[in-house]
């Protein structure tokens, strides 16, 4: 993990065990703070130099999008908010900084089709060393999560074993992004592999006391990033790989696996609408079910009908361009 290395070394760690003690992850806050320090390593910046006029300048250098300039932004407040309370400042130097404007974000949306289409793939690249077997079943199970249940990936891989409950066919998910605990059922085709990989982990491993649903190794989760390899090939194999593409204002995302989250809602609410019914009345508890804390960020999904309303939008984008 790459450490701190500015005058504000020791506040910024203490900072993370602080925020770590109340639940929240380490990532992609750290990340935030890493650029921060970074930036007041090469300005050679001190005590002394930690004025509005200082930040105002930081947030015209940093050569990274609107967005990720805010976050930047936002962490480092959060840091100076904590310095304060500690009566180590006296005064937060960013409370009075805008953001920048942000571009739009069009998120990246799998079709229906396009879900199994990665699925299928996935599953069949489990190979069948004893090995590796548990393992690639145990990633296909953490894709299968987000692609028919919505999860975040942070959230299989970090469920216990007592968080599954196969009597009630629900799964318990706690911590979420918003410090919120939800229980939501699942479908039985989940059950089912489920059940199937609970079997064969007994039968390969006997004297199994690793405590994570979905086990990796030495008594470990599975890692974030080898559930994301295993996902970028699939989608490099089925033809959908493409960069993140910036058109104009807007911000057209490239497939990554919380695409399958976004394609979850998406598809979702393009169902109830199919069936004649109110999408707009059902985004409280679709909401629920994602586990956001209001639903008003769910309501972000009525934009993208699917994934062909998607590339007509793309599409469109590249249009206009081209006749600039």
């Not at 925020?19 to 935030?32: D, F, I, K, Q, W």
């Not at 407040?77 to 571009?103: M, S, Y």
């Not at 990665?118 to 999560?145: H, M, P, W």
């Not at 990936?153 to 970090?158: D, K, N, Q, R, V």
């Amino acid at each position: 993990m790459k450490p701190f290395e500015s005058f504000l070394t020791s506040q910024l760690n203490a900072y993370l065990v602080y925020r770590e003690s109340l639940g929240y992850t380490s990532m992609p806050h750290r990340a935030h703070l890493l650029i921060f320090d970074r930036y007041l390593r090469q300005t050679g910046a001190d005590c002394n130099s930690l004025q509005p006029a200082f930040f105002l300048e930081m947030r015209a250098r940093l050569t990274v999008e609107s967005r990720s300039v805010n976050r930047v932004l936002s962490s480092a407040r959060g840091f100076f908010h904590f310095l304060v309370r500690r009566g180590e400042i006296a005064h937060n130097p960013l409370r009075d900084i805008p953001p920048l404007k942000e571009n739009t974000i069009v998120p990246f949306v799998f079709s229906p089709e396009q879900v199994d289409r990665l699925l299928e793939l996935v599953c069949k690249g489990i190979r069948r060393t004893k090995g590796c077997f548990l393992t690639d079943l145990a990633i296909y199970l953490t894709i299968l999560l987000l692609a028919r249940c919505g999860m975040r990936i942070s959230e299989p891989i970090s469920l216990l074993r007592d968080n599954y409950r196969r009597e009630e066919a629900t799964i318990y998910i706690e911590k979420t992004k918003f410090r919120k605990d939800r229980l939501i059922p699942v479908p039985q085709e989940i059950i089912t592999q489920i059940e199937n990989y609970l079997s064969v982990r007994k039968t390969l491993r006997r004297s199994d006391d690793n405590p994570y649903l979905l086990a990796g190794r030495r008594q470990k989760p599975l890692s974030d990033s080898i559930v994301r390899s295993v996902f970028r090939n699939a989608v490099r194999e089925i033809g959908l790989d493409q960069p993140r593409r910036i058109l104009g204002n807007v911000n057209f995302s490239q497939p990554t696996p919380h695409s399958l989250r976004h394609s979850f809602a998406v598809n979702t609410l393009k169902r109830v609408k199919e069936r004649g019914a109110s999408a707009q009345n059902a985004l409280p508890v679709l909401a629920a079910y994602l586990g956001h804390s209001d639903y008003k960020h769910t309501s972000v999904y009525l934009r993208v009908a699917d994934a062909a309303t998607r590339e007509n939008l793309v599409d469109f984008a590249l249009w206009q361009k081209r006749k600039e």
